[in-house]
C-alpha cells in the first residue's frame, strides 16, 4: 500500500510562519511535521510515498529529498498557485498512486494512530478517520453509526482527522488537474452508504495556529 501526505495548501491561519516556509516543514518537537508522518510511516511498513505540493514546493522537494534517509522512496506532485484542494490533488497523483487502495493523511496533523492499521483496510471504498471535536470545531463533520459514516446528528458528531484510506475509483470522476474539494465525493458516498470509518481516542492535534504549533512543540520537547 502507498501513501499520500497532502501538503499543498497555503497556511493562511498559520502566517506569518509559513509566508516563507511550508506548513508542513514548521518544526515541532525538533522536527518537521511531516517528517513526524515519514518516521512512522516507514515504521509501519510503507515504503513508497507519494507528496502534493503547491505554495514553496521546491522547499519542501530540497529538505525531503527522494526519501532515502527515512528508507522510503518519494514521489512528487507538484500543482499550481492556489493548489487543487483534497480531491482535485489526490486526483491528479493518482497516476502515481496507482491502482490499490492507499493511505491519505494531511501534512499539517501531528497524530499517533497507528499507520499498520491502514493495510487491514484495503477493502474499503473510502475509510475516514474521527476523533472528538477540538475545541475550534465544536460541531465536528459527522457521526457514526456503528462503521457507517452518516451526517452530523444531534449531539454524537466527530471531526475528521485528516486520515483516509481510499480507492482510486473513489476518485475515477474527478479530472486530473480540476480544483475540487473533498467533501462532494463524501457525502456521495454517505448518500449510497458506502462511506466508513472509525473514531481514534490517542493524541491528534490540528497544527492550524502559531499557537498550537507552539503548544505542540512545547509538548512534544518536554515528553
Known amino acids: 500500500m502507498k501513501a499520500m501526505i ?44 507519494v507528496i502534493n505540493h503547491a505554495h514553496l514546493g521546491g522547499q519542501i522537494e530540497t529538505a525531503l529529498g527522494d526519501g532515502s534517509q527515512w528508507g522510503l522512496s518519494i514521489a512528487y506532485s507538484p500543482e499550481p498557485p492556489g493548489a487543487l484542494e483534497t480531491a482535485g490533488g489526490v486526483a491528479t497523483a493518482l497516476p502515481l498512486l496507482g491502482d490499490q487502495p492507499f493511505l491519505v493523511v494531511n501534512g499539517d496533523v501531528y497524530c499517533d494512530w497507528d499507520f499498520r492499521h491502514a493495510h487491514q483496510l484495503a ?23 456503528g462503521e457507517r459514516v452518516i451526517y452530523a446528528h444531534g449531539e454524537q458528531t466527530l471531526t475528521y482527522a485528516g486520515i483516509s484510506i481510499f480507492s ?20 456521495a458516498a454517505i448518500a449510497a452508504g458506502t462511506l466508513t470509518g472509525e473514531r481514534f481516542t490517542g493524541r491528534w492535534v490540528d497544527v492550524g495556529t502559531p499557537q498550537r504549533l507552539a503548544e505542540l512543540d512545547a509538548e512534544l520537547r518536554n515528553a
Open 168 to 187: 482510486p475509483e473513489f476518485f475515477a470522476g474527478v479530472k486530473p488537474g480540476t480544483v475540487m474539494k473533498l467533501r462532494p465525493l463524501l457525502d
Open 123 to 145: 477493502g474499503k471504498n473510502a475509510h475516514l478517520v474521527m476523533v472528538a471535536n477540538p475545541a475550534h470545531h465544536a460541531g465536528g463533520d459527522f457521526s457514526l453509526d
Open 6 to 49: 497532502l501538503a499543498a495548501g497555503r497556511g493562511e491561519r498559520m502566517r506569518p510562519l509559513t509566508d516563507h516556509t511550508p506548513k508542513p516543514l514548521l518544526a515541532a518537537g525538533g522536527k518537521p511535521l511531516i517528517v513526524w508522518h515519514l518516521e512512522r510511516l516507514a515504521a509501519a511498513g510503507f515504503s513508497k510515498i
